[in-house]
Structure formats: C-alpha cells, structure tokens
C-alpha cells in the first residue's frame, strides 16, 4: 500500500476520530476519511500499544519492529499496510499482501478465502437430496 498523499488536518482528524468511535478502537487513531464497514474500517496510524489492526489500512514508519500484532483482512492479497523495511513477528497476516521489503518471522500469512456454508444441523433430509449410495443409519 502507498502511503496516503492526502491526511486529514488535526482539527478535521478530531472530528472524524469523534465520529468513529464505537466502530474503531479507542487506540487508533483514522487518518482517512475512508471507513467503510465492519471489513474495510479506513486508514489509521500505527501505534505500538495496539495489537488489532483487523480489517484497517495501517500506516507504519518505515524501519518499524512489529511484535504480536493482529492485520487480519476479509480477502486475500489485500494490500493494507504502508510501510517499507518493516519486521513482523509473530503476528497475524492472513490475507495480507507482503511487500518484498518486510522480514516476516514466525507470522501468520495465510491467504485464504471465506465461503459461507449451511450449517449440519440445519439441513432436513426431505428438502436436501442427498445421492443415492448415501445412508443414514436405517
């Protein structure tokens, strides 16, 4: 991710922070007018005491040593963390695009996709048809 040419001015930054609170942590502090909803949260600085960034664009200072830290993102390969020369360790990348700059050590980086699924317990047998080698227990 680029890093945001366009900040929000400090007083412009209070308001915004003020509208969101309740949709994002208390810790982060939005950079963007970008929220969204629950699984594209907008654009907000990193600070070293939070550890969940799940579902926000982060901007991170180059150089910086991420320990124990959550950048979870609903799709695969989405780019949402700016910042070059970065260490992550033992974070949680799912579905984070890495850049080629980053020293990822004991991370998780899956990349995967939700598929939504109907439960066991909901499916009736006379409205799903199962194949006909199938049996239940009669």
């Known amino acids: 991710m680029k890093e945001p040419k366009i900040i929000l001015k400090v007083e412009e930054k209070r308001k915004w922070n003020e509208q969101l609170r309740g949709l994002i942590s208390a810790t982060h502090e939005a950079i963007l007018k970008d929220y969204k909803n629950?699984?594209?949260?907008g654009t907000v600085e990193y600070n070293f005491q939070s550890k969940n960034y799940s579902f926000h664009k982060v901007v991170i200072p180059n150089g910086t040593i991420?320990?124990?830290?959550?950048?979870?993102?609903?799709?695969?390969?989405?780019d949402c963390i700016a910042g070059k020369n970065l260490t992550f360790i033992?974070?949680?990348l799912v579905n984070v695009e890495l850049d080629p700059t980053w020293t990822v050590i004991d991370c998780n980086t899956a990349q995967i996709r939700r598929v939504p699924i109907a439960p066991t317990n909901k499916i009736r047998r006379d409205t799903f048809k199962l194949p006909d080698w199938f049996h239940i227990g009669e």
């Open 38 to 41: 629950d699984f594209d949260r």
């Open 66 to 78: 991420i320990k124990e830290a959550n950048f979870t993102q609903k799709e695969p390969h989405t």
């Open 90 to 92: 033992e974070c949680n």
